[in-house]
């Protein structure tokens, strides 16, 4: 899959290829790219929930490139953060944000999640074209992760760009310095915060930071971007996809317009069906592991394809199908195991509520150009649209 993510086809639809891999062998290696080492990917259901659950697959990048020369200057409080790093510092990161974003703490903000979907719903054109992608699932999961972080208004288009270009596919001088603008502009809003405190998560962080000295400096400005950066990015993917989904089967979407409470139960299927978050993050192994039957040396990245594992045949019978009936709910779509996306609560809140809007305000969308004409962005960590075009 590293050539083949650059393939427009293979963009556009990757299960194919996906399903023929896991028939194959569900544990494989795939080539590293020019004079690297072998990765290993992982296509399977079962194979990928063990993966990520195996504490001897490590996700600490600064143990797995210390030593090693690179010509990348990814800003450090982008590179190591909660997410690339393992117990103990990991599980005292975690519990610092857990306790914000629980289901509970999200149900306190689905008003405002609500009141944001709406104003933005009431800017669409009625009957004319409109991109959704740019018309709400980009501005809304950026609004409330902004509104959470206590991130100006001012600030915000900028704050979006960056966070796009840290996904810039094959442009790696692109997403050094979107790292860096990043944990600048963080660097300098937590400064700005310390001399006027507000209420946001980022004000309690700091609060964690100045008051019990729990979190370093770096830390601190590494746990904010990541709360960035992930609040939105691949809840703007799921949307568009979700939506994508539902429109390609007209039986399910006129289900859901007839009765949009049920989009909630509806959840789970749609996210596994087109996962936003396509490859899980980097891992290695520490030690040799065997995983679905295939032995794996120690010290080589282990690729876990969330995307594939939440197609397989032998978890979800007829995996290409969308079925609302589905109980999907292990799905992967967020990982799993102490990894898990912490934000997961809100990303599903803001997809719900976000989808049983945009069907009840408006019965009869549709795409305004064919499947096969939509532009997905060239990444391979995450699946999304770059637009998609309706008619409202």
């Not at 009840?360 to 549709?366: D, E, H, K, L, Q």
């Amino acid at each position: 899959m590293t050539e083949s993510a650059q393939d427009p086809d293979v963009s556009r639809d990757p299960y194919a290829t996906y399903a023929a891999m896991r028939s194959a062998c569900p544990v494989q290696s795939v080539p590293a790219g020019s004079g690297g080492r072998a990765n290993y990917l992982v296509t399977g259901y079962a194979e990928a929930r063990e993966a990520l659950s195996d504490p001897r697959l490590s996700k600490d990048t600064s143990a797995f490139f210390a030593g090693k020369e690179s010509r990348r200057r990814l800003h450090p409080a982008v590179a190591h953060t909660m997410l690339a790093s393992d117990p103990p510092r990991h599980t005292r990161l975690r519990k610092l944000v857990t306790k914000e974003l629980t289901t509970g703490a999200v149900r306190q903000l689905r008003p405002f999640i609500a009141r944001t979907t709406h104003e933005l719903l009431d800017q669409w054109p009625v009957g004319g074209p409109l991109d959704f992608v740019a018309r709400l699932a980009v501005p809304l999961p950026v609004i409330v992760i902004c509104q959470l972080l206590g991130v100006p208004q001012a600030d915000r288009p900028a704050v979006q760009r960056w966070s796009a270009e840290l996904f810039a596919e094959g442009e790696p001088d692109v997403i050094d310095a979107a790292s860096h603008a990043l944990a600048g502009y963080m660097t300098d809003l937590i400064a700005a915060k310390r001399l006027d405190p507000g209420s946001s998560l980022l004000d309690r962080l700091i609060s964690a930071r100045d008051g019990e000295d729990r979190l370093s400096e770096e830390e601190l400005v590494s746990l904010a971007v990541l709360l960035l950066v992930a609040g939105h990015e691949t809840t703007t993917n799921a949307l568009g996809n979700a939506l994508l989904a539902l429109l390609q089967h007209p039986g399910v979407l006129a289900r859901l317009r007839e009765n949009p409470d049920r989009v909630s139960a509806a959840m789970d299927e749609l996210l596994r069906f087109d996962s936003a978050v396509s490859m899980a993050t980097f891992r290695f192994t520490t030690e040799a592991v065997t995983l679905g039957g295939t032995e794996i040396p120690a010290g080589v990245p282990v690729l876990v394809a969330l995307g594939a594992a939440n197609r397989d045949p032998a978890r979800f019978p007829e995996p290409d199908h969308l079925d609302p009936d589905r109980d999907a709910a292990a799905h992967l779509a967020f990982g799993h195991g102490i990894h898990r996306c912490v934000g997961a609560p809100l990303a599903v809140a803001e997809v719900e509520i976000a989808l049983r809007a945009v069907l009840t305000r408006f019965p009869g969308i549709r795409l305004a150009v064919p499947p096969a004409r939509l532009e997905w962005r060239r990444t391979r960590l995450v699946r999304g649209l770059a637009s998609l075009p309706l008619l409202a």
